[in-house]
């Protein structure tokens, strides 16, 4: 394999015997290395083969922007979690996580930590998933030094259930067309051209798509209203917009829209109003 780009020390992008492009993982794999350089198959801990050009450059994008320490991060707790599952992953999952960690740190700092509603749910039928979270969340306090909380742990627990949503095909269909019915509200409502290529997009996308599976599944939660009325206040604009969410999914889906899910996607949709600007 010859070296194409450096990514960051543990990260390369790489070309291959069959001139196929890949993405490398290894530690300290860029060290000494220049363009054009054959990189020793020992250095390589994972190759990943992206699905299409549009992932490989999106998966690029984000790596460029997360910490290399999140992304060791991220590796140490999906190589934990593959010994636990008995099962591999996607290159998607492990820039996923990294980014969510990076993210988790920013909110953390910001003293922005927020009730995951589906605590219960995820403790008690996805123990496995779950005790990676708990795992992670012990990981990223001692590495991070932070105090996040056990739902923190559930958050975690999802990425890796998520990893598993496109085998689920006969809920598939559904979710896409609710997904994108969500989004044409958001994109009408506050007005402005989402860069669908952006983090902040993705990150929103995905919200939705577990948004939209607790609706199919008409899982209900109580509400904690800790930062409900400060979230409301501080981001009118957004806010406004989650009514006009909840107004259509409790219409036609029947489904009561909690004050937690409020606040995930108002905090969700407020990022991409600021980074339109």
Known sequence: MKLKKVLNNNVLIVIDENGEEKIVFGLGIAYNHKKGDEIDQKLIDKVFIADCDQEASRLTEMIK???????????????????????????????????????????????????????????????DEYKIGKKAVELLNDELDLKLPDDEAVSIAMHMINADISSDLSKGMEMVEMVNSLMQIIKYQVNINFDENSLHYQRLVTHL?????????????????????????????????????????????????????????????????????
């Not at 999952?93 to 995820?122: G, S």
């Not at 599976?213 to 989650?242: G, S």
């Not at 995930?264 to 980074?275: E, G, K, P």
């Open 65 to 127: 922007n997360i910490p290399e320490q999140h992304m060791g991060l991220a590796e140490e707790i999906i190589d934990y979690a593959a010994s636990i599952l008995k099962k591999e992953f996607t290159p998607s999952l492990y820039v996923a996580l990294a980014d969510h960690i990076h993210f988790t740190e920013q909110r953390a700092k910001e003293n922005m930590i927020i009730r995951n509603p589906l605590k219960w749910e995820i403790a008690q039928f996805y123990p």
């Open 209 to 277: 798509k577990f948004f939209v599976m607790r609706v199919i599944k008409n899982e209900q939660h109580q509400d904690e209203m800790t930062f409900f009325k400060a979230i409301q206040e501080n981001y009118p604009k957004a806010y406004a917009c989650v009514l006009r969410l909840k107004e259509f999914v409790e219409k036609k889906y029947s489904y009561e829209v909690s004050y937690d899910e409020m606040c995930y996607l108002t905090i969700h949709i407020q990022r991409m109003l600021t980074a339109g600007k």
